[in-house]
Each structure stands twice: as structure tokens, then as C-alpha cells.
């Protein structure tokens, strides 16, 4: 089944201990990308990559750090959380940027820093 | 319509009946749009797209109407079921990436 996983689905965590949430897709997706999700605030990009070792800044990057080293994996590293990154936290992917495509998103991390 | 409050704006609608959920967008330069359903604990998923040298575009039980006079897009729900009830986003292209709303609540009572 065509799919983009990310784990955890919950994850509590305390300030400052550096946490890792996984993504991957089967699709052979070139594109890839992380959004957080808060009340009131839709949907707002963290970081996006066009391909392998490509990767940009999106709107909220500050606190988070990505990598792309193969084509199918996308972690999201967050080196030292805050209380202010609690949000729930969606990787989506896309065959080749926006263009023509929508994007598949994954079914969601659900962060809690305390 | 969209809104960046902190509650969103709800459709209640009877089941049966059609829905239509409206969305405003900022970029006159957008050639793509994409509306999704998040429904309780998933992820957003996508139901229709429309480029921006069409003015309708339709699948099944759904039907995108762009207007770009007024840079408005909505989203029309035929015969409207219980399983339609979630949160639906549009979203437009911007610079490569998509821009998304911040969602309405359509909820569908017997």
C-alpha cells in the first residue's frame, strides 16, 4: 500500500532532550516535507526537500533540524524541544514538488514537551 | 470561509442535503489548488485539485469552483453523508510549496 509512515504517533517528552520523529514513503517520492498543525493556525511548513540531500527552510524552522541521506526517509530532529513545539507534526510527500501534485501526508505525531 | 481565529468556522448541514465550504485565497499567482479532509486523528487527505485555466472540475460527489476574479475557490459536497463530517483545508501553491487555510468544520446531522 502506497503510504507515508511516521513514528511515534504519541510522544511525550521533557524540555531539552533531543528527540527524533521518523518519516518514510514507498511512493519513490522525490519531494518531501514536515508541517505542524496548531489550533487556529492550519497548517504551517517547517522544512521541505526536492531530493535526496536537498532541503530548505519553510515558514517555523527555527528549533527543528531535518536530513534527507536516501530518498524514502525524512526524520524530523527537534536538538533541545520547548513546551512551544507541542503541536501535532505531519510529513507529507509529493512525486515532484507542488506542481501538478497533491501531497500524501502521514497520519500524525502527536508531540507533548513539558 | 476561512478564518484565523482560534475556532473554526462550522458548516452543519442535514444529511442528504448538499454542503458548500468557501475559501479565500491571497496568491492571484496560485496555478494550483488542492482541497483536503482531515477527519479526527488522521492526516489531511487529499478529495480534489483544479489548475487555475479551469473553473470547474469534478469527481465523484464533489465539485471545486474557481473564481479568479475574486480569488475565491469553493468546495461543493452532493447529497451530503455522516462518513463527510471533518475539517476541510484548501490549500493553493505558492513558490513550490502549498499554502494551506486554516480549515472549516462541516459537520452533517440526521
Redesign the interface.
Known amino acids: 500500500e502506497a503510504q ?1 509512515t511516521q513514528n511515534p504517533r504519541y510522544l511525550i517528552t521533557v524540555t531539552g532532550k533531543k528527540l527524533t520523529v521518523t518519516c518514510s514513503q514507498n511512493m519513490n517520492h522525490e519531494y518531501m ?1 514536515w ?1 505542524r498543525q496548531d ?7 517547517i522544512y ?1 526537500s526536492m531530493n535526496v540531500e536537498v532541503t530548505d527552510k ?1 515558514d517555523v524552522p527555527e528549533g527543528y533540524k531535518v536530513s534527507r541521506k536516501e530518498k524514502r526517509n525524512f526524520p524530523l530532529i527537534l536538538e533541545s524541544p520547548s513546551p512551544n513545539q507541542t503541536s501535532l507534526y ?1 510529513c ?1 510527500s509529493s512525486l515532484s ?4 501534485y ?7 505525531t502527536r508531540l507533548t514537551v513539558v | 470561509g476561512e478564518s484565523v481565529g482560534l475556532h473554526l468556522p462550522t458548516l452543519s448541514v442535514q444529511e442528504g442535503d448538499n454542503s458548500i465550504i468557501n475559501c479565500a485565497y491571497s496568491n492571484s499567482a496560485s496555478d494550483y489548488f488542492i482541497w483536503y479532509k482531515q477527519e479526527s486523528g488522521k492526516g489531511p487527505q487529499f478529495i480534489i485539485d483544479i489548475r487555475s485555466n479551469m473553473d470547474k472540475r469534478q469527481g465523484q460527489r464533489v465539485t471545486v469552483l474557481l473564481n479568479k476574479t475574486v480569488k475565491h475557490l469553493s468546495l461543493q459536497i452532493a447529497a451530503t453523508q455522516p462518513g463527510d463530517s471533518a475539517v476541510y483545508f484548501c490549500a493553493e501553491n505558492k513558490a513550490d510549496k502549498l499554502i494551506f487555510g486554516t480549515g472549516t468544520r462541516l459537520q452533517v446531522f440526521p
Open positions: 507515508v516535507s508541517y489550533p487556529g493556525l492550519g497548517l504551517r511548513q521541505y519553510g505531519f507529507a514538488g507542488v506542481g501538478s497533491g501531497y500524501t501526508f502521514g497520519s500524525g
